[in-house]
């Protein structure tokens, strides 16, 4: 039990040092306007210590998840051989080096947990000093813009943390906190972040549907409704008053301005993906191997937009063909069921948690083979199918030593 204690604090402290020391990456280029002729090295020194952290952490994983790790990498190296045989080499290896050093250690990370308990106190504990590092980006912006996609999402994780504690606990310090991270993300952040943080609230609403919490979420849509009324005055003012404070926020601009659906040219880059899926519908480009064709085709991905299709199930489709993408897409949508399955509400939370913050945003922006959260969400899926064989084994051994 001491053993494996031990080996669940280590493998969470590696899972929280990926958000804490990416933030500090970020934090540091931009509180103290380093040159761009050492990013490079602050990013070295930061991804250092995050290995370093999975070094100390890969024993147990060896222990515990060897054939996981077996079959993760075999996997993951069977279709980068492949994308290569039929691809441009360059792309695809710059493209492997996140997945090898950080994604697929993640997953295996927390597949690896045995205390989800733990875990989540751990994250819980961190989660503050994670929240405030996010929001020194915001409280010092760099000159070439205020607006910040990477705070945004990073915020998410420690975010939706508060909002479950504050559901389950009630307590009011929760609440301060997380209604100034909600309200820096509307300010600063990504209309993307909006939905994953909607999608949680709505999901604790139906879990917890107490009079208390029934009368705030019928205020709340009282508030949403006089709003919507007088959405284009409410709007102006708002605006108004942020320019008379020298303050700009993207979200809200496109919002009031009539651009709350607009899709910020993704249309665009959806409909040349399209065609490049049915130009190769069977086996697909393989693994980002329609990256330079796309990079050429957007104008060399001009403000980032024309990069990455900005969808997982599209780029599925264009990494491994129509057949086999839908097949992995159908799978991906119904992993939420699984959901529905959990007894114990902690891992029910954290599993929603995982799903907002590593899926939902996925559907409008990032590529899922570049985002660790993505696979902390789907190792955490396939761990609750090796946590359902562990317990009937148990209940095995503990039968059979009784009889």
Not at 219 to 247: D, H, P, Q, R, S
Request: hydrophobic content about 50%; overall charge positive; glycine content about 6%.
């Amino acid at each position: 039990m001491i053993l494996n204690i031990s080996k669940d604090k280590i493998l969470s402290r590696f899972i929280i040092a990926y958000f804490l020391f990416s933030a500090i990456n970020s934090a540091v280029k931009q509180l103290f306007y380093i040159p761009e002729s050492i990013w490079n090295l602050v990013s070295f020194i930061c991804g250092f210590i995050i290995i370093v952290f999975f070094v100390h952490s890969l024993k147990y994983i060896f222990k515990y998840s060897t054939f996981c790790l077996f079959y993760s990498y075999s996997i993951f190296f069977l279709i980068v051989l492949w994308s290569c045989i039929i691809n441009d080499v360059i792309y695809i290896a710059n493209a492997t080096i996140w997945p090898l050093f950080i994604c697929i250690p993640l997953g295996l990370a927390i597949y690896s947990l045995d205390n989800i308990n733990l875990f989540y106190n751990y994250v819980l504990n961190k989660s503050f000093l994670l929240a405030f590092v996010l929001i020194l980006l915001v409280i010092f912006p760099q000159e070439d813009g205020k607006y910040n996609m990477f705070m945004s999402y990073s915020l998410l994780f420690p975010l939706l943390i508060h909002i479950n504690e504050f559901c389950n606990t009630k307590k009011k310090y929760y609440l301060l906190i997380l209604l100034l991270e909600i309200g820096i993300i509307i300010f600063f952040g990504s209309r993307g972040a909006l939905l994953s943080i909607a999608f949680f609230i709505i999901y604790k609403f139906f879990v917890k549907r107490t009079f208390k919490v029934s009368v705030i979420f019928g205020l709340c849509l009282l508030g949403i409704g006089i709003v919507y009324v007088n959405f284009a005055t409410i709007g102006n003012w708002l605006l108004n008053k942020f320019e008379t404070y020298n303050l700009y926020s993207r979200t809200l601009s496109l919002i009031f301005q009539n651009e709350g659906t607009s899709l910020s040219n993704r249309d665009i880059v959806w409909r040349y993906c399209n065609d490049m899926i049915f130009e190769k519908p069977i086996l697909g480009w393989g693994f980002y191997g329609w990256k330079e064709q796309l990079v050429y085709a957007m104008a060399g991905g001009e403000n980032g937009t024309g990069t990455y299709p900005h969808n997982i199930f599209i780029e599925l489709c264009l990494d491994f063909g129509l057949v086999l993408g839908v097949l992995i897409s159908i799978v991906l949508i119904l992993s939420f069921i699984r959901f529905f399955s959990f007894r114990d509400f902690l891992e029910k939370d954290l599993f929603v948690i995982l799903f907002a913050i590593g899926f939902l945003p996925l559907l409008f922006s990032g590529s899922y083979s570049q985002s660790p959260v993505f696979y902390l969400y789907m190792y955490y899926f396939i761990r609750t199918y090796k946590s359902k064989k562990k317990l009937f084994l148990d209940e095995d051994l503990s039968y059979d030593s009784c009889t």
